[in-house]
């Protein structure tokens, strides 16, 4: 019955009617494209602060899309891999994290964190955290926000807004959440560890309504 579900939402895509739990499960992307993706609505109009959190796994040894926050300016958190960084893009700053516990084909806990009264943001990956650096000290705002997984910016928003199938995403993606403030390190800890920690209150892993957009399996 799993496999026929699985199929049922490759095939015909699927939007979630009610916050589902998710435990368990994950979102397998097993091809590159400019079109297929998930994506989440949130229901806030303005973040002063932001913390992202999930596990992803993959064989990618090319530049890849995390997550991107659509809205009046798009926030996205890239992989560098070939060049050993992660990046922040909010507005006209992209500030760079040199890192060197890259490992292709395990799964890794990746956690970005921004505050826009500082303007700092971090990145956390299996615990290990980066330098701070300087993003932005606007807040995200706009009517409307949502999330994209599987690419770097919006298939939706049509011609104008460029798409490049060689920064999709490719491989499997679970335990996302995301909250309106700084993690502290033993929240940023305690999600790496699998230990209790206090699910995100703008997006839960156990909570979750979403659209699937094309080749995507929710399994």
Excluded at 27 to 37: G, K, S, V
Excluded at 47 to 64: E, K, N, Q
Excluded at 161 to 174: A, C, E, I, Q, Y
Aim: proline letters at 4%; aromatic letters at 12%; charged letters at 15%.
């Amino acid at each position: 019955m799993e496999l026929v579900c699985a199929l049922l939402l490759l095939m015909l895509g699927t939007s979630a009617a009610a916050p589902q739990d998710l435990s368990a499960k994950m979102f397998t992307f097993p091809q590159e494209t400019d079109t297929d993706h998930v994506s989440l609505r949130l229901k806030q109009r303005e973040l002063g602060a932001l913390s992202v959190c999930m596990r992803v796994f993959t064989d990618l040894r090319r530049p890849y899309a995390l997550f991107l926050l659509n809205t009046n300016t798009s926030f996205v958190i890239r992989n560098h891999p070939d060049l050993s960084q992660y990046s922040f893009k909010y507005g006209s700053e992209q500030p760079i994290f040199n890192y060197n516990n890259y490992i292709m084909n395990a799964w890794q806990s990746v956690c970005g964190t921004w505050d826009a009264v500082s303007g700092l943001a971090q990145i956390w990956i299996d615990g290990k955290y980066s330098s701070r650096k300087f993003l932005s000290n606007s807040p995200i705002t706009g009517n409307t926000m949502s999330v994209i997984l599987g690419q770097s910016s919006d298939p939706a928003l049509g011609k104008g807004h460029p798409r490049n199938r060689d920064s999709s995403f490719v491989g499997m993606l679970t335990d996302l959440h995301v909250w309106d403030y700084v993690l502290d390190p033993y929240g940023a800890q305690n999600y790496t560890l699998y230990r209790r920690f206090v699910h995100g209150n703008v997006l839960n892993w156990r909570q979750l309504e979403f659209e699937i957009h094309g080749r995507i399996l929710l399994e």
